[in-house]
């Protein structure tokens, strides 16, 4: 039986020989993720169903990154609950504040955890991210992952898929910022519910791993279980430098799909999400001009070498507009040095950005960033609802790295186009 990608995973990892959209599966977990805003409920849960031993300690990993150096004394309180757990239980794959830490979508592929095959569940919306590098990756609440602390196992109703084929390919400084953005716009926050999408095409295949990161990542923002990229050679050469082996696993020729859609990336031109929904999608030019009291440059969606470099282009003998703040996070510490050698952070500091710590605290106003009554951030985040970066009266517009640097340089948001080079 022919099945696609996602299909393919459920079926392996519950042994049985094939599976349809909406067959029931209780599946083996590859890994399972927490971090230290749903990881106490889920380890609360787990030991209150009387549970003293983790299946695969082997198999998790446990993030400190929303809200990193504690900011108070809840968020020191949860991360003091994550680390009695880590300890506890034999979780040797914890990342603490610091070292080698970071954003948890981004560590789960930089550092090897995830690839092509894998079923991976999160107890976050956006571990989704880890689909850029084939593996079926979704979020999961924390009762969830309390039984997957505890058996290993999870059951899952299988989604059918939605292919969307890319054709054509970027060019800077559009990014693939801009071609999800446009996805969303056009298949609106309830278009993919339930379903996985799988992006393909030759302008997939022309995407680094960083914008696939960024692509699979805003999967949700459509409704979608998961997203994945469909794995190739790129995949293969990024993960053998993490130090894994991976094979190739996609799609079957006559795979059934729910739907296919075609995206021409060639002719794409800068994209913004608008106040209060990220389906609210529309071109640079129409909201250019609105001014800005902050730009963030950061978050599992966009906080990579690929965004840092983009961003640097932009600000080049520039410097941020006196009325802005500009503030940039790189997603890992590993980022963090790199960007460090390559003196990205010192060109962006001179020029008036503030530089955090990887920290997931500016995407949903917990820190480093919160926005007051009535400002405006541009922002390379993921989510722009009422009140995500702060005030319920403050306003947040979606846009790639270069819309966030450019916009920052202007005090108002521009196309970034007229400041690349």
Known sequence: MAMTTCEKILAKNSGRASVSPGDIVVADVDLLMINEITGPFAVRAFEEMGFDEVQNPEKVVAVLDHAIPAVDIRSATVMKEMRRFARTYGARN????????????????????????????????????????????????????????????????????????????????????????????????????YEAVEY???????????????????????????GIVKTDEATIGYLKKTGRS?????????????????????????????????????????????????????????????????AANVMRKRRVHPHVRFIVVPASMKIYREALREGILENLLLAGAVISNPTCGPCLGMSQ?????????????????????????????????????ASAVAGKITDPRRMWS
Not at 112 to 139: E, I, K, N, Q, R
Not at 140 to 169: C, D, M, N, Q, Y
Not at 388 to 403: I, N
């Open 246 to 310: 991976p094979t190739l696993m996609e799609s079957d020729p006559d795979a059934r799909y729910d739907k296919t859609l075609q995206f021409d990336a060639s002719d794409l031109e800068p994209k913004v999400a608008a106040p209060f929904q990220v389906d609210n999608v529309m071109e640079v030019g129409e909201v250019e001009g609105v001014e800005i009291d902050q730009a963030f440059l950061g978050s599992c969606t966009n906080g990579r070498m690929e965004d840092l470099r983009a």
């Open 200 to 226: 393909c095409g030759e302008g997939v295949s022309k995407i680094s791993i960083d914008g696939r990161m960024t692509i699979a990542n805003m999967s949700v923002e459509m409704g979608a279980k998961t």
């Open 94 to 193: 914890f990342y603490d504040v610091g070292g080698e830490g970071g954003i948890a979508h981004q560590l789960l592929v930089e550092k090897g955890f995830v690839g092509p095959g894998m079923l991976v569940v999160g107890a976050d919306s956006h571990t989704c991210t880890a689909g850029a590098v084939g593996a079926l990756a979704v979020g999961v609440g924390s009762t969830e992952a309390a039984a997957v602390l505890a058996t290993g196992k999870l059951w899952f109703r299988v989604p059918g898929t939605v292919k969307v084929e890319v054709i054509g390919h970027l060019r800077l400084p559009v990014m693939a910022k801009d071609l999800i953005l446009s996805i969303i716009g056009n298949m609106g926050a309830d278009g993919a519910t």
């Open 369 to 405: 960033g919160v926005l007051a009554a009535d400002e405006v951030c541009v922002s390379s985040s993921n989510r722009n609802f009422v009140g995500r970066m702060g005030d319920k009266t403050s306003r947040v517009y979606l846009a790639s790295p270069t819309t966030v640097a």
